[in-house]
Structures are given as structure tokens and as C-alpha cells.
């Protein structure tokens, strides 16, 4: 994500998300689950709608028994409008989203692994109808030209509707951890949706980030060297502008939150080595922490701050990075798999680590259970 542009000022990043004018849209049933599909009016997605996300809970068990939750933040990548009031790259992820298309993101990987545990986690899945990286907190979403029902510009909300959803559905339920998984754009949004629930003194038990960080110095390498994902220049003006500005602070990257310990909600921190979404095996040079610059692939540079962060907290660290050798069978390259933790059915190659590594993810999940 490029964030180099001036941010303006909003709400301290400890605010709690607002839980009052959320009502429930419908329940059914389906995947063996109950699902509890909610609108959030107090949150406008960029174009039409609102917010909204759905509560599983699993048919059988009991709805005053104490489970630990499990909140799934989906991909999407992330837009803005241009100066001409069009959606960049498009309305896509700008509009209210349904049951069916957040149900879309109940994957056979991780999460269905999580759910069919023996913890009985529930779940929330949430929606980004900001197409803010989950990191608007009411901020003004500058040339948006919508307005709301009300006729109020349209703001961007996905950190303040995240959290908003994840208090609703925990004091709904009676919960005793609370784990974010994202991937991509989730990824990065879990990282700081994360940070503001510690803030709020509502940390969650574990963050499984998937194939997504920020990465300032990554994204200015990419401009510099001219290479593939580069951002333009109108993006990295625009783009900030719609975060909250406390995450768009070069001060705040995820790799400097870790080092320093501002972030200490245990993290799973795992990509597969060619991720195409970040150019893959491109060589750059990786423009890092320290001011040195290795060669480096352009998919590892992304997410070497991080790495070596969590590294850096040595043997006794709750967190965990897995750098994984992941095919996308569809794609030409080797270890191409973008968000490596959605689908059962792959494998790993990279020596060390197990072929099939969502066991090796699942565990990492067990052991933050059993931190208190």
C-alpha cells in the first residue's frame, strides 16, 4: 500500500466501533450453521448500502456457552475516487454486500478447518464496502460524490464497521478469544484492526495475516525502480487521504508496531514466496528497515519488515511467520498461490515446513487458546 500523501484528522484509534443502529436483515440456515445477517446504518459503504456482516453459529451447541470467535475479513484490494469522481479501479467493492457474496468468503482452508474444531467456534465475517483496507475510521473519502440517504458525504469506515461487528457479535455470545484472519487486503486490515482493538483494551487472542502487509518502503522501491507494481502517482496522493491517519503513518508500519511492542496481539504471518499480487518473483532491490537493499524477490521484500520483526522477538514469541512455497495451479509460475490458508487442497514445497501446512496454522491457533 502506498501512503505518502497528507492524511486528514479523525477520531482516536481507540474508538469503539457503534453497535446502535445495527439490525438484523434475515436468518437462515446453511453449511450446517446459523446465519445472522446484519446491517450496520450507522456505516454507508463508498457507493449504496451499508455495512454489514453475518454471525455463524453452529447448528447443536449451546448459544450461552462460552466459545472463542473467529472473524474473517476478506480480499479485495483497495480503491478511491479520482478527481473526477470516478471509483478507482471500480465500484466493486463499493456497494453493500449481500449474505451470498459475504458467505463467499467461508473458505474450505483455515476457516472451515477452525469451525470444525472442537473449540465450536463461532464466526463473523465482515464485510469492506469502504474499499479502504479496513482502515476508515468516519474519515472523509476525498472526490467520493456520493452522499448518503441523508444527503451527508459518504466516509470511509472499514476499521470503525470491523469493530463494530466483532463487539455486537461478542456480546451477543458469551466469548473468550477472538481471532481475526484476513487475506490480501484482509491481511493488512486484520494488522491494524488488530492494533486499534489492543487500544481499545479489547485485543484479540490472534491475527492470522495472509498475503498482505504494508510496506512503505516496498511500495516507494516500486515506484523508484520502475517496476510492475508500482503505484500511480494519483493513488498514492488519494489513497492515504481515506485511512484513518494513525494507519497511514509511516510510524505505524506493521513491521515498526512488532519491533517496538505498540503491537502485541500474537501474529500468524505467513505468504507463498511468488504471490503474483505482489509481482512475485521480480527481482528488486528491497528497500529495508535498516537502509541497506538487498536483491531480493518482490513478493519477499513485501513482507521482509514484518519477517524480520517477528524474528527478532526470538524463540520465546507467540507469533509466527511462514513463508511458504504455495502453486496456484492455474497461474505459470511456481509458488504463485495468492492467500495460501482459503483452500485444503494445496500443498507446500518449501523445505522445512510441512507439506500440509493448514495443520500447522490450526495448531498455531490452539496454542494462542491456551496463552491464558
Keep these: 500500500m502506498v501512503l505518502l500523501g497528507v492524511v486528514a484528522l479523525s477520531g482516536c484509534l481507540n474508538q469503539p466501533g457503534d453497535t446502535a443502529r445495527i439490525e438484523l436483515v434475515s436468518s437462515s440456515t446453511a453449511k450446517g450453521y446459523r446465519l445472522d445477517y446484519y446491517r450496520n446504518r450507522a456505516y454507508p459503504c463508498a457507493v449504496s448500502g451499508y455495512q454489514t456482516f453475518v454471525v455463524l453459529t453452529k447448528l447443536g451447541t449451546d448459544p450461552a456457552a462460552t466459545r472463542p470467535m473467529w472473524v474473517k475479513m476478506h ?33 474450505t482452508g483455515l476457516m472451515a478447518s477452525v469451525l470444525g474444531g472442537a473449540e465450536e467456534f463461532r464466526a463473523v465475517i465482515v464485510s469492506m464496502c469502504s474499499h479502504d483496507l479496513y482502515a ?22 472499514g476499521l470503525l464497521a470491523t469493530k463494530a461487528a466483532v463487539q455486537f457479535a461478542t456480546g451477543a455470545f458469551p466469548t473468550d478469544d477472538v481471532f481475526l484472519q484476513g487475506g490480501s487486503a484482509g491481511s493488512a486490515g486484520a494488522i491494524h484492526v488488530a492494533w486499534s482493538m489492543q487500544l481499545q483494551g479489547i485485543a484479540p487472542a490472534g ?19 520502475g517496476l510492475p507494481c508500482a503505484r500511480p502517482a494519483e ?35 505467513t505468504w507463498s514466496q511468488q504471490d503474483p499480487n505482489v509481482c512475485g518473483g521480480t527481482m528488486m532491490a528491497c528497500p529495508l528497515p535498516d537502509g541497506s537493499s538487498p536483491a531480493m524477490m518482490s513478493a519477499d521484500c513485501a513482507h521482509e519488515p514484518l519477517r524480520a520483526a517477528i524474528d527478532g522477538q526470538g524463540p520465546s514469541s507467540r507469533s509466527l511467520n511462514l513463508r511458504l512455497c504455495v502453486d496456484d495451479p492455474a497461474k505459470p509460475a511456481p509458488c504463485d498461490k495468492h492467500v495460501v490458508a482459503n483452500n485444503a487442497a494445496l500443498r507446500n514445497t518449501e523445505p522445512g515446513i510441512p507439506a500440509e501446512y493448514l495443520p500447522v496454522m490450526h495448531d498455531w491457533v490452539r496454542a494462542r487458546l491456551a496463552d491464558d
Excluded at 491475527?207 to 525502480?225: F, K, M, R, T
Aim: proline share 9%; hydrophobic share 35%.
Design 136 to 157: 476508515g475510521a468516519n474519515t472523509p473519502d476525498r472526490n467520493n460524490p456520493n452522499l448518503t440517504p441523508e444527503g451527508s458525504p459518504r466516509t470511509t469506515n
Design 235 to 269: 493513488a498514492a496522493e488519494v489513497l492515504p487521504s481515506r485511512f484513518h491517519p494513525d494507519i497511514a503513518s509511516p510510524a505505524n508500519q506493521p513491521h515498526l508496531l512488532v519491533a517496538d511492542g505498540r503491537l502485541t496481539v500474537p501474529m500468524l504471518h
Design 207 to 225: 491475527v492470522v495475516a495472509d498475503a498482505g502487509v504494508i510496506n512503505l518502503g516496498y511500495e516507494q522501491g516500486q515506484i523508484d525502480q
Design 75 to 107: 480480499g479485495g484490494g483497495i480503491g478511491y475516487f479520482n478527481a473526477a469522481g470516478t471509483a478507482v479501479p471500480s465500484e466493486r467493492w463499493m456497494h453493500e454486500e449481500s449474505l451470498a457474496s459475504l458467505m463467499g468468503s467461508f473458505d
